[in-house]
């Protein structure tokens, strides 16, 4: 058991994230998947940091539907942490690495994490790693584990088969890489090994235990690596295999998206006040002359109804939002702050005709 834990300090917010099924229509009905419940809500402490799950879980909304109450999860939600854990998957594997790959001892690779988590001012126990480590055995030890569980097996059962997700998680020592194969309903771990190799053949005989269970599989989820998807297509040629590149792809946009986010907060600082009373004064000019009907009074306002809509401008763009991975507020608002100076530009030259 583990014991209750005070709750931690985060020196920084950590980053939050939101996860839903990959998987998006109901296998049976092919309706859209509906949000019905939001599974968990937690912090996650990995290698990059703490990060806030959200994890929404989703239902088929058809209720004539034979597989309307399966909940489905998302995959890389459950990819982050083993249930339970506040440390990361990443970490547990770094620990089962440094230990067992580099014949570390356990203070070394205490001394290592406390380094590794010293950046974002957060700490780790002594009996904690040792803990993390156990944890690491027991992954490698899942699949004979799940073979003879009788209620898991009912569970399934009820879900009407497993979706299989497979993950290879890759440490940053070493040229090794953990996979992990898991039941994205139930999220019991079907099976896991370390391997040097990602051959068909490897994927393959990784694979094994989870064939031997001999239950009926509803999909496959993976990121669509190339010896994966054939391993899979000859061992259940009949499943659906969807890739959640999504993720990874997130991932890796990442620093990217941290960067754009923290130029769009110094842009809109200095900027937002400024065009906020600007456009106070203009719409007050404005009322001022709103009345009159003297020809040059009538040109300035003209004049001034363009530089509002100038003003709106500048304020629209600093409010950009993004979608990570392909959307960059900070970099849209440069380009259309660019445009409007151009454009300021061009209308200095020329004059308001
Ligand atoms: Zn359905």
């Known amino acids: 058991m583990r014991q209750p834990k005070q709750a931690r300090q985060y020196a920084t917010a950590p980053l939050r994230r939101f ?12 309706r859209c998947l509906k949000r019905y419940a939001t599974l968990s809500q937690r912090t996650v402490i990995t290698l990059k940091g703490p990060i806030r799950l959200i994890h929404r879980g989703y239902r088929c909304p058809n209720t004539e539907c034979a597989s309307h109450l399966r909940s489905y999860r998302s995959a890389a939600a459950d990819a982050l942490a083993l249930p339970g854990f ?16 580099q014949h570390r001892t356990l203070d070394e690779v205490h001394q290592e994490l406390s380094r590794r988590l010293h950046p974002f001012a957060l700490s780790i126990s002594r009996r904690e790693v040792l803990y993390l480590f156990d944890a690491y055995c027991t992954l490698l ?12 097996r009912e569970q399934v059962q009820h879900n009407g088969g497993l979706i299989i997700s497979i993950d290879g998680i890759q440490p940053d020592i070493g ?21 040097t190799s990602s051959e068909t053949a490897v994927i393959k005989a ?10 009926p599989v509803l999909g496959v989820i993976s990121d669509a690596q190339e010896s994966l998807v054939k391993a899979i297509a000859q061992l259940w040629p009949e499943s659906p295999h969807q890739t959640c ?11 990217i998206y ?4 923290s130029t769009r907060k110094a842009m809109r600082k200095d900027i937002q006040s400024k065009v906020r009373e600007t456009r106070k004064q203009l719409s007050h000019h404005l009322e001022e002359i709103q009345e009159a009907c003297q020809p040059e009074q009538q040109q300035e306002r003209e004049q001034l109804t ?39 530009q061009e209308l200095e030259k020329g004059g308001l005709q």
Do not use: K, M
């Not at 990784?206 to 239950?215: K, M, S, Y």
């Open 19 to 30: 996860f839903r099924p990959e998987v998006r229509v109901c296998p049976t009905c092919q």
């Open 86 to 101: 506040t440390f990361g998957l990443d970490i547990v594997i770094l620990v089962g690495q440094l230990r067992l790959g």
């Open 141 to 152: 030890r899942a699949g004979a584990a799940v073979a003879d569980d009788q209620e898991w």
């Open 175 to 195: 040229n090794e890489t953990v996979y992990l194969v898991r039941d994205v309903l139930t999220t019991r771990v079907l099976a896991a090994a370390n391997v």
């Open 206 to 215: 990784l694979l094994a235990p989870v064939v031997a269970l001999d239950l």
């Open 245 to 255: 590149q999504f993720h990874y792809l997130r991932e890796a946009a990442d620093p």
């Open 258 to 261: 941290n960067l754009d986010r």
């Open 306 to 344: 363009v530089l509002a809509d100038y003003a709106l401008g500048i304020q629209t763009a600093l409010n950009f939002e993004g979608v990570s991975p392909f959307v960059y507020p900070g970099i849209q608002a440069y380009d259309a702050l660019t445009e409007i100076e151009l454009s300021l």
